[in-house]
């Protein structure tokens, strides 16, 4: 077993210990006198699954042979092994399930089965040193693998709290895959072709979660992980000529998988009640609570089809794609002693962005990290400790949240956490848009994007942060690490040399004409990080000291300092409606060390809830931002330079990025939200010669 797999499955143990379940009462269901505490999943249940981008596998060829002779198989910039090496890919998978769950409890146990299609294909270059065609191109000698059909037979133990059923899986997996082989044949300087099919038997490790928003309906993600095991060793044809022969070889694969899912219960499943129906929350109460336990869950599957792109860089927008990510967070919360808390945030992440979270400056998915995974990833991306310093006078109280234990508090106080965060957590709110996984997808929507905040891949940093806060307002300021270097996963520890420095103003107003509540934050940041100077970079290679502007990034870079604010403004016009806007500027000088490719930007809003056509739970969101970059900046890239996110290898037509998004959130239960999403991009990645392009998006979010 990969040691990754321990590492994903280990978090799941905390709420999957084993019990010693009995066998259950089938009529247990009917004999419930009252309304549950928590959905009895017992019973059949038959559903639909789909995967737009977030199925990822490969492909090993072992010890391939052409008349007896070993080759290898590559994929082209790789160094060659003693095993053949196999190419990740993704693909849509989609399909249908069924399956009958027992439940004793809240320990459900039962038996699953589901067949879906897929489209996995993956090229790989042959390698055949002495047969007399070394000199041709790479690509005229492939292995090639395609797997369509995938199936399974699993058993499955969960735990059922609230409306939510939290479970693990295993089983066997099973799937066909047809390869095909082309080789050149020396004789009529053409090609051969062969073909041959195999099966494959192995096993599936899974783990997932599924939440009831109607009496007959569930949505739900699904991971598993496959391992189909190796065939045995299976003939391919014969290359023709003096140094040829037959073919053969031997695959294995593997692969991970998830699946967003709707589930039908023909013969219904009670459900609890609503927490607010259930008991009103007393916020009194907190003063005795001492801890704290949440958890979020979001699924994302974002597609952009065809669009105008006459050439492709390293790090350009590809038309026609689909991808996916998901997030699994647990928020851990323990009151010390009063004023003093701790909190931890676990979390799983999968997938990647469109074109591998590159390709525009302002992102089109909040949720893609440029830490992408094709496997459950699990981090500790929050260990911190709060520290409030009450200062007397009015006091407030502070429901149980995310990352916050009931309490009340003094609301001038002083304010200090210490350990690992975002700075997003503390800095540039918005309650219009500031959050992705319920709000705007665009990066330059919920941030003020020319921000440059220091964080490592997934967004993190370690550092302290203080706040002074009264009614009227608050002032807050961080000191932080920085990663080592642009779009590093690893934290500069030399914090006295290299480090952030974020200050931010929050006035709170109410606007006499409007007798509506406002909020305006102004931040300042500085840091100091290794990185390279735009201008240098260009010259340097316009100059032939250089052979690349990859090569003089890389070389040229020292520790210097980029600058920056920014300005953040939310307005209550109505009940149900609400104002954004930001503007952020930088210097633009040298490159940026953790967010993205932006030195200017322009964005606003509106925010509204759907109480006029009788939703008050759904919102409504539309927004624009505009993007831009500095002259130093735009040579950078005009000489090949590659930032954070974009780099087309050549900037010949500059045009700012601007972006257009509108998204509807419904909500399905207090706990569940359903959000379509369009975004328009004008000029991705600054170049005329692209685009525009059009996204289309759905978001799955749960609480916890």
């Given amino acids: 077993m ?176 047809r390869f095909t082989a082309t080789y050149p044949d020396l004789a009529t300087g053409g090609f051969s072709t062969a073909r041959a099919e195999q099966g494959y038997l192995g ?121 996916q990510t998901t997030t699994a967070t647990a928020f851990l919360g323990l009151k010390l002693w009063e004023g003093t808390e701790l909190y931890h945030n676990p979390e799983f992440s999968q997938g990647f962005g469109l074109s591998g979270t590159t390709g525009v400056a302002g992102f089109v998915n909040g949720e893609a990290q440029k830490a992408g995974a094709a496997f459950p990833r699990l981090r500790s991306n929050r260990y911190f400790v709060r520290q409030t310093f009450g200062l007397g006078g009015e006091t407030e109280d502070v429901p149980d949240g995310p990352n916050q234990v009931a309490t009340r508090r003094d609301i001038e106080r002083i304010t200090v956490v210490a350990g690992k965060f975002a700075l997003g957590d503390f800095f540039d709110g918005n309650r219009y848009a500031h959050d992705p996984r319920v709000d705007f997808f665009n990066w330059s929507l919920w941030a003020a994007s020319a921000w440059d905040f220091p964080a490592n891949l997934p967004g993190f940093t370690q550092g302290v942060m203080a706040e002074y806060n009264r009614k009227e307002f608050a002032i807050r300021a961080a000191y932080t690490q920085v990663p080592k270097q642009p779009s590093s996963d690893v934290l500069d520890p030399r914090v006295f040399e290299r480090a952030g420095l974020n200050v931010e103003f929050e006035g709170r107003y109410r606007l006499p004409e409007l007798a509506r509540p406002g909020v305006l934050r102004l931040g300042f940041f500085s840091n100091v990080g290794n990185v390279a100077d735009f201008r240098q970079v260009a010259a340097l290679t316009g100059a032939g000291v250089f052979d690349d502007a990859v090569t003089a990034t890389a070389l040229t870079r020292r520790p210097r300092r980029k600058t920056g604010f920014y300005a953040n403004l939310e307005q209550e016009l109505t009940d149900d409606l609400g104002l954004f806007a930001r503007a952020s500027f930088n210097d633009g000088r040298n490159e940026s060390l953790s967010f993205t490719d932006i030195d200017r930007s322009f964005s606003g809003g509106f925010s509204m809830k759907g109480t006029a056509w009788g939703r008050p739970n759904d919102t409504v969101g539309v927004g624009a931002a505009v993007n831009g970059i500095t002259p130093a900046h735009r040579a950078f890239f005009a000489a090949g330079g590659l930032g954070l996110l974009i780099g087309d290898g050549r900037l010949t037509r500059y045009a700012p990025e601007s972006a257009f998004e509108t998204f509807y959130a419904v909500s399905l239960t207090k706990a569940m939200t359903v959000t379509f999403d369009y975004q328009h991009v004008e000029n991705p990645a600054y170049n005329k010669d692209r685009g525009p392009a059009d996204f289309f998006a759905t978001r799955l979010h749960v609480d916890f």
């Fill in 203 to 323: 096993f599936a490790l899974g783990a997932g979660v599924q939440f009831a928003f109607h009496p007959n309906f569930a949505l739900g993600i699904d991971y598993r992980y496959v391992d189909l095991g190796e065939s045995r060793r299976f003939n391919l044809g014969a290359v023709p000529g003096p140094f040829g022969g037959p073919v053969s070889t031997r695959a294995s694969a593997t692969g991970n998988q998830m699946f967003a899912r709707l589930i039908w219960f023909p013969e219904g499943i009670r459900l609890p009640p609503e927490e607010d129906e259930a008991a009103p929350h007393d916020p009194g109460r907190g003063e005795g609570d001492r801890f704290s336990l949440h958890g979020q869950t979001t699924l994302i599957a974002q597609g952009v089809p065809s669009f105008r792109s006459p050439y492709l860089g390293p790090q350009s927008l590809v038309p026609a794609q689909t991808q």
């Fill in 2 to 177: 990969h040691s990754r797999l321990w590492v994903g499955f280990g978090g799941l143990a905390v709420l999957l210990v084993p019990a010693a379940a009995q066998a259950a009462d089938l009529a247990g269901k009917a004999a419930l006198s009252s309304v549950p505490a928590f959905v009895d999943w017992s019973g059949g249940y038959v559903g639909v699954q789909a995967s737009a981008g977030a199925s990822y596998g490969a492909f090993n060829f072992d010890r391939t042979t052409v008349g007896g002779r070993r080759v290898q198989t590559f994929r082209t910039g790789d160094a060659t092994g003693s095993r053949d090496r196999g190419q990740n890919a993704t693909t849509a998978v989609g399909g249908l399930f069924g399956g009958w769950t027992w439940q004793t409890g809240p320990w459900a146990y039962g038996v699953e089965a589901d067949l879906s299609a897929a489209n996995l294909k993956r090229p790989l270059a042959l390698s055949t040193p002495g047969f007399g065609y070394e000199g041709l191109d790479a690509d005229a000698s492939l292995l090639r693998a395609k797997t369509d059909l995938y199936g399974s037979l699993r058993a499955r133990l969960g735990y059922s709290f609230e409306r939510s059923l939290v479970y693990a899986s295993v089983g066997l997996a099973g799937a066909n895959s």
